[in-house]
């Protein structure tokens, strides 16, 4: 009981129950109810033909005077029977052929596509026609049939899934550990793609069901006496003014079944779905009672701030209840300021400028609690936490940007650079599509892009990575925002990529009339070292240490800190002769999980300077040798 109440609290459980007990209902209705009823389904009683409902037939009696609930209870068996046999046939085959198709390409992958492509080129029940017209109507005939004209949905469906999926760092992990193909395509990927799979089950169950009683109905698919809704519908069809509910319940029946099973899939869809999560994160991640009651325009951040982050909490929906990815964060950018977000990977470092551009995953995630305070370009104040979607989306890309890591994956492959950046000056701007492109044409040249004119008419497929990044950053900054948000924007770069591209960030930063606040999230320490004013480091979602970048590489106040500026390559470091060279430190360990965070001090279990206090509570953010530097450790004097 235990279980099944656990189970019942989540609202996608709560969906595939119903579902699927009245799947269930109608499954043992059809099994059971013919031997219950006791009634024989091809008895004849001419003097009760077409009789009405009495409490010996309760729906009545057909043209023959055969009980029409009888007929209706076996008539689901067969109807059910050819239905999801067909699904099972063309699931199998198609399945297998796309998987294969897919994940060896070649000769596998043309053969598949081919030949499904001529096989859906006609329509199912023309085929299953022609077919029939040859082997004769039976149950058998039509499950074959209809199963291999089926298959090919499952197969394209099949194929395009495994394309996607198929390079995968975690494929790729699992190849390493020498996972074969059948390893690979049945254990890694299948679960991976099951989703689309079940709602494509859910349609053929539906469309077995439709065509098997469409030729019933014409006489080519269920060979009478044998019971079927497609055969009862035929035969009432006849008697439609005499006896209406003939008709009605057939048709009932078929109805009530597509609707039934076309839930339930998708609820399984949605619950075994890998790629949506399982948890409810409905009232499980409601906000605070301050950040519900919370105005959009609260109080003013530190004087003349573009962005001013206090307390940010952010929360993500889990099996096993929410997480919270950001904890309490808080900072402050003013304009022409560059502020480092520094961390190594599950810092937080990405949640937290995805919470303040309002780019969080709706259905999982949430921000709990806290205020995000952007000034437009107006001088008004614009809480991003509790502002309206509209508000939301007129801020993004006019008063607050973002640059991704990876700039192919920020441009849209089969679109022109030109169209590109004009559609995000048209957005935002009330101006004509020519002006645009102008402006388009300006943008290029300012961030360093060779004959602009040309340019704007190439795909991005036609850039290098660094001429691809430029773009980026001219898409972002095209409507002049006041606030940057730079996530790792030289990744995978060259060093000398890296540096230009950095540095035409501070061009375009000091170009802006006022100054162009910058939050540029990395983990390279040299990075910041050289581009950064101010820093803030991040550990386990939280702040542990923030100053001025002058402070912090002068002395850092942190053991998390320290340890990262340890992690720093030393090329100019002089080695005596016979001195071995020395190893690049590493930190222990690794980020705890937001899942488990341990008591006191999160990174207690990875520090030098550990003593039990840590590990019964966690300091507070306090100032540290002055109201610009703070850190959060209790030994931080001893640094």
Not at 198 to 211: E, K, N, Y
Not at 389 to 396: C, I, M, T, Y
Request: glycine residues 8%; positive net charge.
């Amino acid at each position: 009981m235990t279980a099944l109440s656990e189970i019942l609290r989540d609202s996608r459980a709560r969906r595939t129950v119903p579902s699927a007990l009245a799947l269930c209902v109608i499954v043992l209705m059809a099994i059971l109810g013919p031997p219950l009823l006791r009634i024989d389904p091809l008895a004849m009683d001419m003097t009760g033909r077409l009789a009405h409902p009495s409490t010996t037939h309760l729906l009545g009696q057909d043209e023959f005077g055969r009980d029409v609930l009888s007929r209706l209870l076996f008539g689901a068996r067969t109807s059910l029977g050819v239905a999801f046999a067909t699904a099972f046939l063309a699931a199998a085959v198609g399945i297998v052929a796309g998987m294969i198709g897919g994940f060896f390409g070649g000769i596998a992958e043309v053969l598949t596509m081919r030949v499904s492509e001529v096989m859906l080129s006609f329509p199912p029940i023309l085929l299953a026609l022609l077919v029939v017209a040859f082997a004769g109507p039976g149950a058998g005939t039509l499950i074959a049939t209809l199963g291999l004209f089926y298959a090919p949905q499952f197969a394209r469906i099949t194929y395009g899934e495994v394309r996607a999926v198929r390079s995968k760092e975690f494929v790729e992990a699992m190849r390493a550990l020498g996972a074969g193909p059948v390893r690979l395509m049945g254990w890694t990927i299948l679960p991976n793609i099951s989703a689309p799979l079940f709602v494509q089950f859910a349609l053929i169950v539906a469309a077995a069901i439709v065509v098997e009683s469409g030729l019933s109905f014409l006489g080519l698919g269920i060979v009478p006496p044998t019971p079927s809704w497609g055969l009862m519908i035929r035969g009432a069809r006849t008697y439609l003014a005499l006896n209406p509910l003939g008709l009605f319940w057939p048709c009932l029946a078929l109805v009530i079944t597509m609707f039934v099973v076309n839930n339930l899939c998708d609820a399984v869809r949605d619950a075994f779905d890998p790629r949506t999560g399982r948890a409810d994160p409905g009232p499980r991640l409601l906000p605070s009672a301050a950040a519900l009651n919370a105005p959009t325009v609260v109080h003013a951040p530190e004087e003349g701030a573009q962005l001013r982050v206090s307390d940010l909490v952010t929360q993500f929906a889990t099996p096993a209840g929410p997480i919270t990815a950001v904890d309490g964060v808080s900072l402050s950018l003013q304009p022409g300021e560059t502020v480092a977000l520094v961390g190594e990977s599950g810092s937080g470092k990405s949640m937290t400028s995805l919470s303040v551009m309002g780019l969080l995953p709706r259905k999982v995630s949430r921000i709990a609690q806290g205020t995000i305070l952007l000034r437009r370009e107006d001088g008004t104040l614009l809480d991003m936490v509790t502002a309206d979607p509209q508000a939301l989306r007129s801020a993004q890309g006019n008063d607050i940007a973002m640059i991704f890591q990876e700039p192919m994956t920020s441009l849209n492959p089969v679109y022109r650079i030109g169209d590109q950046i004009a559609e995000a000056i048209l957005a935002h701007r009330r101006c004509s599509r020519k002006k645009a492109l102008a402006t388009t044409l300006d943008m290029l040249r300012r961030v360093g892009i060779n004959e602009p004119e040309r340019r704007l008419r190439q795909f991005p497929h036609e850039f290098s990575g660094g001429m691809r990044q430029r773009v980026v950053i001219a898409m972002a900054l095209a409507c002049d925002p006041g606030v940057l948000i730079a996530d790792e924007p030289t990744t995978a770069l060259d060093v000398t990529i890296q540096a230009e591209i950095l540095a035409l960030i501070k061009r375009l930063q000091a170009d802006r009339h006022g100054g162009m606040g910058v939050l540029l999230v990395t983990h390279n320490m040299g990075i910041v070292a050289e581009f950064a004013d101010r820093v803030v480091v991040m550990y386990a979602g939280r702040v542990v240490e923030e100053a001025t970048t002058k402070d912090l590489f002068t002395r850092p106040r942190h053991p998390y800190t320290r340890s990262l500026m340890r992690c720093i390559p030393r090329p100019d470091r002089s080695l005596s002769a016979g001195q071995q060279k020395p190893r690049l430190h590493t930190i222990p360990g690794s980020v705890p999980s937001p899942a488990a965070m341990p008591p006191g001090c999160k990174f207690a279990e990875r520090c030098e300077l550990v003593i039990d206090a840590c590990r019964l509570s966690e300091p507070p953010l306090s100032a540290v040798g002055g109201t610009s530097h703070q850190s959060r450790c209790i030994r931080w004097s001893e640094l």
